[in-house]
């Protein structure tokens, strides 16, 4: 892991992304828009240690960590100056991103790689205030940082993998796991979360569920699976041709909005259904598949327990 690191934008994600790194051994540099901004933020971070530690949620010793890791800068240009890794935390308006872009360009290390950690911004549309764009590339943490364990690594064009290199090993050895997607719109994760969220909004306006109701169907139904497997192992398992038959239902009413993917259209016309075939999205081959659905089963029983344990969340 990059040993010196610079977090500019000390708010709720740039702190949690400083912390994660300061957790995991790093020297990290915090800035912001002033001196006084930074320090100030430290001294939350430092709090929200305290009360993280108090609830089981960082380890013992994790504020020493911080106070040791972590330290406020008095300029972006002191922050980024020794930096190995800098990532770009500043609000989602691009003109503030690009002139802070342009700051810690100027004032970093030639060698030094620069991320963002925009969930919607073009990639290229920020490298544009970029001095030596080919060493900078996306890095999209969730909210909140220092809990969710995926990051998005979204090189643009002209990001040389080198810098992808970079990023991906320092985020790992923070602990992390990553995934690098192309510079599209709203990435992966996004594309992914609003089309849910989209249908969702759309059953609601029709009167089909409540909110409420949406809710209780997305957690305990397919959305109990997606802690463990992501959409294209669910489907492998159920059967590509049940998928296939599904959408032709759906298509009855939904025409466009539920047309068949053509990848999904193409295995199931060459037979690969799945798990049962030994082939499918991911190609589990058939000597797997009952050590994988019995690691499937003690998974869900063992996440049925820890919600069981958790309670209910306050959410009324």
């Avoid at 239902?249 to 295995?267: A, C, G, N, S, V």
């Amino acid at each position: 892991m990059a040993q010196q690191i610079a977090v500019v934008g000390s708010g709720y994600m740039g702190g949690g992304i400083a912390q994660v790194f300061a957790l995991a051994g790093a020297r990290v540099a915090l800035a912001d828009v002033s001196a006084e901004v930074a320090e100030r933020n430290l001294a939350r971070l430092l709090d929200e240690s305290e009360a993280y530690i108090a609830d089981g949620l960082f380890p013992a010793g994790a504020t020493e960590t911080l106070r040791e890791n972590l330290w406020a800068a008095p300029s972006i240009e002191a922050a980024v100056a020794d930096a190995d890794f800098v990532v770009e935390a500043v609000p989602e308006v691009l003109d503030i991103k690009h002139a802070t872009l342009s700051r810690i360009s100027a004032a970093a290390r030639r060698d030094a790689v620069i991320g963002s950690n925009t969930s919607t911004i073009s990639i290229a549309a920020l490298a544009v205030a970029v001095d030596a764009p080919e060493r900078f590339l996306g890095v999209h943490f969730a909210n909140p940082a220092p809990f969710i364990p995926g990051v998005e690594l979204i090189p643009h064009a002209g990001t040389d993998p080198a810098a992808v290199e970079t990023a991906r090993s320092t985020v790992a050895a923070s602990g992390k796991q990553t995934a690098t997607v192309k510079d599209v719109t709203g990435f992966v994760m996004n594309r992914l979360q609003y089309a849910l969220f989209h249908e969702a909004a759309l059953l609601a306006e029709e009167g089909i569920a409540s909110p409420e109701d949406i809710d209780t169907i997305v957690r305990s139904t397919f959305g109990f699976r997606l802690p463990l497997f992501g959409p294209f192992a669910v489907a492998d398992m159920a059967g590509l041709d049940v998928y296939a038959f599904c959408y032709q239902q759906l298509q009855t009413t939904f025409p466009e909005r539920f047309k068949t993917p053509r990848i999904l259209e193409d295995l199931v016309t060459a037979g690969k259904l799945g798990t049962k075939t030994g082939a499918g999205f991911l190609n589990v081959p058939a000597e797997r598949v009952p050590e994988l659905l019995a690691y499937r089963n003690k998974a869900y029983v063992m996440m049925q327990r820890l919600l069981d344990e958790l309670g209910p969340a306050p959410l009324n």
